[in-house]
């Protein structure tokens, strides 16, 4: 209810235009000036790219209050693309990612409540999140029209505090989350940009193998992978079972998983497999989800890619 009045009251478009399709950006109405930009994803398949706006409520975020932020899907001659269809179980997806690669978000308009016909008509989809952190943070808004996917970069400057400190660098390849002991082994060892490594996760809880992941979002695990610095690399993959038929995770990836979905009563485990594609040299911190207990599960391990 408050959050509304915000939007009312506060809603100020901050229009991000896409690198490449004009000069800058203008906000109004904040008191900090904020340097946003945004990305085009360099892998997305030729043809005219859809552009994504975002506004915010409030309009200049502070660090641990909620936010909504919402996202305008637009063609080129500045019509809401009307279109999207459903990939991996939600309309568009959102990850968010600090900069300082410490907290991690995935979020949907769904989860607020059901994509009303007004949202499809405009093409608005609003999104909650509580930024817990200042400084600056990667979007990346994930959505399919027709039969392409589209993988858009925002960035977002959060105010208040604390502050991101710098990114913490931990190349281990064993760790613990929340009670999940998680082995990642990599192929090749020393992974090549433009190349493909196979990221293969085994999950162990109390000491016992985890058997029974469930489906999430329509597969065995999701990735979201960034890299270090100025947030210029996103890739989204998905995991599956060892040696099953795996796409590769690269832009516009929904493309081919346009209709895949696990069948219900499908379980996953303690070994799943992705294969990801790094685009270019690096450090990268790789963000997974599996669905284990009925509740979302998060590990992450950073990468060196040479
Ligand atoms: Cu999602």
């Given at each position: 209810m408050i959050m509304q009045k915000m939007l009312i009251v506060l809603a100020v478009i901050v229009s991000l235009i896409m690198q490449g399709a004009g000069?800058?950006?203008?906000?109004?109405?904040g008191h900090d000036h904020h340097d946003h930009e945004a990305h085009q994803h360099a892998s997305s398949p030729a043809g005219p790219e859809p552009v994504v706006d975002l506004e915010?409520?409030?309009?200049?975020?502070?660090?641990?209050?909620?936010?909504?932020?919402?996202?305008?899907?637009?063609?080129?001659?500045?019509?809401?693309?009307?279109?999207?269809?459903?990939?991996?179980?939600?309309?568009?997806?959102?990850v968010i990612i600090s900069e300082d690669l410490s907290v991690f978000g995935h979020i949907h308009a769904e989860d607020i409540g059901?994509?009303?016909?007004?949202?499809?008509?405009?093409?608005?989809?609003p999104v909650r999140f509580t930024f817990p952190k200042a400084g600056k943070y990667t979007l990346a808004v994930d959505f399919a029209v027709r039969d392409r996917g589209y993988s858009e970069l925002l960035d977002?400057?959060?105010?208040?505090?604390?502050l991101m400190g710098s990114v913490h660098r931990d190349l281990s390849r064993e760790k613990d989350f929340d009670g999940y002991k998680v082995n990642l082994v990599l192929s090749p060892e020393q992974p090549v940009a433009g190349k493909e490594t196979v990221l293969r996760y085994t999950i162990m809880?109390?000491?016992?193998?985890?058997?029974?992941?469930?489906p999430y979002l329509a597969a065995a695990m999701h990735l979201a992978v960034i890299?270090?610095?100025?947030?210029?690399?996103?890739v989204h993959a998905h995991g599956d079972r060892p040696g099953a038929m795996q796409h590769t995770g690269h832009a516009g990836h929904m493309t081919s998983h346009m209709g895949h979905s696990s069948p219900s009563g499908t379980v996953y485990g303690p070994e799943i497999e992705a294969h990801v594609v790094f685009p270019a040299k690096g450090t990268y911190k790789v963000f997974s989800e599996i669905r284990h207990q009925d509740k979302v599960r998060l590990f992450d391990f950073m990468v060196n890619v040479q």
């Open positions: 000069p800058g950006y203008a906000a109004e109405g915010t409520a409030p309009a200049v975020i502070v660090a641990g209050k909620p936010a909504m932020i919402t996202f305008t899907i637009r063609d080129d001659n500045n019509n809401p693309i009307k279109d999207l269809v459903i990939t991996h179980d939600r309309l568009i997806h959102v059901p994509i009303t016909a007004e949202m499809k008509d405009h093409a608005r989809f977002l400057e959060v105010s208040g505090s604390p809880k109390d000491g016992k193998p985890v058997a029974d992941i469930e890299n270090e610095g100025a947030g210029n690399y996103f």
